[in-house]
């Protein structure tokens, strides 16, 4: 196929720039990218890049002239702003060309995590309990919450703006928490319940047909077993903090009888009710007593081939340049 490689940097690029595995890798810090466009290249397809940051005129133009049978999308940001991720895939949609990933429909609603909560609990689906500390007007009180909380940025990913200082035992902490949120990053605070257990990973892919993966957990084997533990922004991205504390990512160690097959029924479930598509990832949480809540949906996971999503699709039989065509010939078709 003619494929087109659609990835955000940090910078104008300049005219007819163009982006080798290495250089994604080793000058903008791109693991996906860089895997995915040698995927491409090994699988014989005729490849080209475009990297955007601030204009859609390139986008328009490259579309124009190259004409590429399906565009795989790895864009995150316009203008280095994550607010305008689904803007990409309808302009996409506008020009009528097929491409990889979500639609904008799912990347917004799963964008705004409260939207996305009161969704998925109108569905009967387990989720904290939470409230909304909005920027203009943020909360000064919480009126019969249960402690711990957890607060986190409404609209951010990749867990910024998670650290050690999320978990709130009090009140006053939370409140606190929430007010560095809005003078940080200027969004609104998501206050959520804190739901202690394991943290496990579920990977969808599909569009009518939905295939789930075996469940990925991040294990904390040094973190103190009076800690919380959850992944903060250092957990996941930093890794002389991972080695520190023996954080790693790895299969899901030993599930209750049948777990495995409810947890691919929620994702499922999950996936299909806030419009994902393509492949996406739904993090839970599984308490000591069994239950389990999600936290979040994430649509366009991480297709670095070392990471969560590529791990549980080769547990599943698929190496990596099987499911990079399949995820191509599941938005050609």
């Keep these: 196929m003619k494929v087109l490689v659609v990835f955000d940097i940090s910078r104008r690029a300049a ?78 949609e506008l020009m009528k060309v097929r491409y990889t990933g979500a639609r904008p429909e799912g990347l917004m609603l ?3 995590k409260a939207l996305a909560k009161k969704i998925l609990a109108y569905h009967r689906v387990r989720v904290p309990h939470f409230v909304i500390s909005p920027e203009q007007r943020p909360l000064k009180r919480l009126r019969r919450f249960v402690y711990p909380a957890f607060v986190k940025p409404v609209g951010e990913e990749s867990s910024d703006g998670i650290s050690k200082a999320s978990f709130a035992r009090s009140e006053e ?10 003078e940080k990053f200027h969004c609104d605070a998501l206050i959520e319940e804190y739901i202690d257990g394991r943290e496990l ?4 892919m599909g569009n009518r047909k939905l295939n789930v993966f075996p469940p990925r957990e991040i294990f904390f084997n040094d973190v103190p077993a009076d800690e ?22 790895g299969a899901a160690s030993e599930l209750p009888e049948g777990f495995e097959e409810k947890l691919a029924r929620l994702a499922r479930k ?47 039989g698929l190496e ?3 499911l990079i065509q399949k995820i191509l010939d599941t938005a050609y078709a």
Excluded: M
Aim: glycine share 4%.
């Design 15 to 92: 005219a007819g720039e163009t982006f080798s595995p290495r250089e994604l890798k080793e000058q903008e810090d791109k693991e996906t990218e860089a895997d995915v466009l040698a995927c491409l290249k090994r699988l014989g397809h005729e490849v080209e890049t475009l990297a955007v940051f601030d204009d859609v005129l390139p986008i328009v133009e490259k579309i124009k002239s190259f004409a590429p049978e399906v565009v795989f999308n790895l864009t995150e940001s316009f203008h280095s702003d994550r607010a305008h991720e689904a803007n990409i895939p309808a302009l996409l």
């Design 110 to 112: 799963c964008k705004d």
């Design 270 to 316: 999950v996936y299909r009710v806030l419009k994902i598509r393509g492949l996406g990832r739904i993090d839970v949480r599984l308490t000591p007593a069994g239950e389990i809540a999600i936290i979040e949906a994430n649509p366009n996971p991480s297709l670095a081939q070392d990471d969560d999503f590529a791990q549980a699709a080769s547990a599943a």
């Design 201 to 204: 990973y579920l990977s969808v």
């Design 320 to 322: 990596y340049d099987v």
């Design 173 to 182: 902490e939370a409140l606190d928490r929430a007010r560095f949120v809005h």
């Design 228 to 249: 919380p533990k959850f992944a903060t922004f250092k957990a996941k991205w930093d890794d002389a903090y991972r080695k520190k504390w023996g954080i790693r990512n």
